[in-house]
Every structure is written in C-alpha cells, then in structure tokens.
C-alpha cells in the first residue's frame, strides 16, 4: 500500500503533534511537582512560625 502525499503529511501533523502533547504533558508534571514542593515549604515556615509564636506567649505568660 502506497501512502498519498495528504497521508504522509497528515502522519507527519500528528506526530508533530504527539511531541508537543508530550512536550506539554512533562512541563506540566514538572511544574506541578515544584509546586507541590513550594507549597510545602510554605507550610513547614508557617508551622513553624506559628509554634516559635505560641512557645514565646507560654514563655512570657509564665
């Protein structure tokens, strides 16, 4: 079976796109997983910001 010029081009378009889906999809994956990780660190400081701020009220109340 011989492919036509349009098929060819059309495979070409979807492969194209295929990398780009990819491309897009692991940008994504990376993205999420720094904001996950900044999200984190975000939670950690105000934790602990929270407890040095409640350890310094019991320290001055006794």
């Known amino acids: 079976m011989i ?3 349009s098929q060819v081009l059309a495979l070409l378009v979807a492969a194209i796109a ?3 889906a990819f491309m897009a999809a692991g940008v994504l994956l990376v993205s999420a997983a720094f904001m996950a990780g900044g999200l984190a660190v975000t939670f950690w400081v105000t934790r602990s910001l929270i407890r040095d701020v409640r350890r310094r009220r019991l320290d001055r109340a006794a």
């Open 18 to 20: 295929f990398c780009l």
């Open 3 to 5: 492919l036509s010029k």
